[in-house]
């Protein structure tokens, strides 16, 4: 069975930064890509960061470019988002998602955590 969750979400201030992690369990890890998307009120679900298990390879949408840094830990079978200099428009939840590295759809995904960022 496979099992993606999220932790790490919260309040923080414009300007300041969180770490999302998400615990992945079920997976071939290998065979397969994960990424971050997130939801705000009122919108459709947005594209943020995406990875492969091994960490080479890297894409970030341009909202979040320079700011926000997608990472994973294959021992621990987690994967990160790393978010830093933050704005009130990364207001969301942010869930994790993962597909196999040979398709387009992300098959899986967490049940998401809110972000909230202040003015």
């Known amino acids: 069975q496979v099992q993606l969750v999220e932790s790490g979400g919260g309040l923080v201030q414009a300007g300041g930064s969180l770490r999302l992690s998400c615990a992945a369990s079920g997976l071939p890890f290998s065979d397969y890509r994960m990424g971050w998307f997130r939801q705000a009120p009122g919108k459709e679900r947005e594209f943020v960061a995406a990875?492969?298990?091994?960490?080479?390879?890297?894409n970030y949408a341009d909202s979040v470019k320079g700011r926000f840094t997608i990472s994973t830990d294959s021992a621990k079978q987690t994967g990160y988002l790393h978010m830093n200099s933050m704005k009130p428009e990364d207001t969301a939840v942010y869930y994790c998602?993962?597909?196999?590295?040979?398709?387009?759809?992300?098959?899986?995904w967490g049940q998401g955590t809110q972000v909230t960022v202040s003015s």
């Open positions: 998602a993962a597909r196999r590295a040979d398709v387009s759809d992300y098959r899986y």
């Open positions: 990875i492969s298990w091994r960490g080479d390879d890297t």
